[in-house]
């Protein structure tokens, strides 16, 4: 079963609003088993509506609508749906006399518009909103494709979440359980940091296309790549055997490069390793200005093993804070190989943790002056310390300055990630 979801509104066209609506109900139709196949906004034009229905009809067995049945001449959900499955609207009684009276305890008469909130499609069976003034609709109908007529489940929704979300739990999901085969769906998602997409797809595609039945998606950003394995069976048990059998192979052939197969943040699985041997961290960060503490401080419970740092930006903070002789600074620069290695060494002292981290690079603009004005955007180190040992890691990352520093950020992380995996 497949189902598409389209979000009625044109001010989800313009760059002040989303549809985060899609996002609660693909997981909720996917507890159940059916995936999403589609997803479509649309502004409110009745033409261009009608057209992302009738094409939803032809290609998904579950249509969900989201948005447009408010009681204004731009709410054409119900017009629409009633034109393309020739259908007509006719008034409810019941529907119209909730509305009266939800306007009468608030001490309000109704306006006339409001009463086309109380139409309902031949057909359909209502789905009371307990709130707000606009319910939802069931539908179960056909549509003709090449000659044949298809079923097809239709519903209807408000466009506000905290409308939505409730009405689609209380009155949606039952009805679907009840309505679709039993299916379960199960997903497995492999994370795999500061390696080229081309790279994993080359590797990773002999494998995968042998599960035709799992489906396969390959995600890159943050500095990371993410493969995505999802599989629709009777049972769970047949769906989590086949995207645990397709994530094991290509578990085998990345072995290395793979920090999480259950969808873990990096973040969260550096803490968990040092949870489990009893070690703790802390930071030095320059040009990342307090990002890598960020994203560890943003799993609950980092406070086990993570000690805390100082963002030591100018060469003052630097000696003051985590000990970096000024001779360093004033022969090597900031950005160096030996005051990446002082602040990771200098920070580990200060807060008696088993590791530290340092980093220190030149996201943009470029130094002026000073020994660091030579030395190109992007240029950045990465030390690790240990109670034996520093190791230092010359980077040179390009992009902007949000890039350098979010890629820094992740080399610190997968740095610290492959110590504690020797």
């Not at 709410?75 to 119209?96: F, G, H, I, K, M």
């Not at 499609?121 to 298809?150: D, R, Y």
């Not at 259950?262 to 320059?286: F, I, P």
């Not at 000696?319 to 580990?348: F, M, N, Q, Y």
Request: with cysteine; net charge negative.
């Amino acid at each position: 079963m497949l189902a598409e979801i389209i979000a009625v509104g044109s001010e989800m066209l313009t760059p002040h609003r989303q549809d985060t609506n899609s996002l609660y109900l693909t997981s909720g139709l996917n507890d159940l088993g059916v995936a999403v196949a589609f997803k479509t906004i649309v502004g409110d034009n009745r033409q261009h509506l009608a057209s992302a229905i009738r094409i939803a009809l032809s290609r998904a067995d579950i249509l969900i609508l989201s948005g447009g049945l408010g009681p204004t001449e731009d709410d054409l959900t119900r017009e629409c749906l009633a034109e393309v499955l020739n259908l007509s609207l006719d008034p409810d009684p019941a529907l119209l006399e909730s509305l009266r009276q939800r306007f009468a305890a608030r001490s309000m008469s109704m306006p006339p518009n409001n009463a086309r909130q109380a139409e309902v499609l031949t057909g359909a069976t209502v789905l009371p909103n307990a709130n707000g003034s606009a319910p939802g609709q069931w539908l179960e109908t056909t549509f003709p494709i090449s000659g044949t007529a298809q079923r097809r489940i239709v519903i209807l929704l408000p466009g506000p979440p905290k409308e939505l979300k409730p009405l689609f739990d209380a009155e949606c999901k039952p009805r679907l359980a009840a309505s679709l085969p039993q299916n379960h769906l199960a997903r497995r998602i492999l994370r795999m940091a500061l390696i080229p997409e081309s790279q994993v797809d080359a590797r990773t595609a002999p494998i995968y296309l042998q599960f035709p039945d799992v489906e396969t998606t390959i995600l890159a950003g943050h500095a990371e790549i993410q493969l995505h394995f999802l599989c629709i069976k009777p049972t769970l048990d047949e769906a989590q055997s086949r995207v645990d059998a397709v994530a094991a192979l290509v578990s085998a052939e990345m072995s290395g490069h793979i920090f999480s197969t259950n969808g873990d943040s990096l973040e969260q699985v550096v803490l968990a390793a040092l949870a489990a041997r009893n070690q703790t961290l802390s930071l030095a960060e320059s040009c990342t200005g307090g990002w890598l503490g960020e994203r560890l401080t943003s799993v609950p419970n980092a406070s086990r093993v993570f000690l805390g740092g100082v963002i030591a930006y100018t060469n003052s903070s630097k000696t003051l804070l985590a000990d970096v002789p000024a001779s360093i600074l004033e022969a090597h620069g900031a950005v160096s190989e030996p005051s990446a290695r002082a602040l990771a060494e200098g920070i580990r002292r200060r807060t008696a943790s088993t590791l530290a981290l340092s980093i220190t690079g030149i996201a943009g603009p470029a130094i002026p002056s000073g020994p660091d004005s030579t030395k190109p955007i992007g240029l950045v180190y990465i030390a690790l310390a240990d109670p034996h040992n520093t190791v230092v890691k010359q980077l040179n990352i390009a992009g902007d300055r949000d890039r350098i520093r979010l890629w820094s950020t992740q080399h610190a992380l997968e740095t610290l990630r492959q110590h504690l995996s020797q």
